[in-house]
């Protein structure tokens, strides 16, 4: 449970700092630095559930409710191996 704690935030933090492909000017750095922090919170709200006890697939369902229409498939645009 802690190593997923672990490799979530990990991962959350590097999306954050990730430097983009493409360049952006001011107003779409800002989009891109609040949808990563909301991508982020979904995430640590799914720690926080399966902290909670609660089982995987519930946990799952709630982070791609958070996630909708902020990340790419249905892990919230991370998927890590179990």
């Known amino acids: ?3 997923q704690l672990l490799s979530l ?3 959350a933090l ?3 700092f990730s430097v983009a492909q493409e ?3 001011d107003k779409e750095t800002k989009a891109d630095i ?3 922090r909301a991508i982020a919170a ?3 709200g799914a720690a926080k559930c399966l902290e909670a006890g609660k089982k995987e697939d519930v946990c799952t369902k709630e982070l791609q409710a958070a996630c909708k229409g ?3 498939g249905k892990y919230c ?3 890590h191996e179990h």
Do not use: N, S, V
């Open 9 to 11: 935030m990990a991962i």
């Open 1 to 3: 449970m802690k190593k």
């Open 34 to 36: 609040q949808r990563h």
């Open 77 to 79: 645009g991370m998927k």
């Open 14 to 16: 590097f999306a954050t």
């Open 42 to 44: 979904a995430h640590e």
């Open 70 to 72: 902020l990340a790419i």
């Open 23 to 25: 360049k952006h000017g």
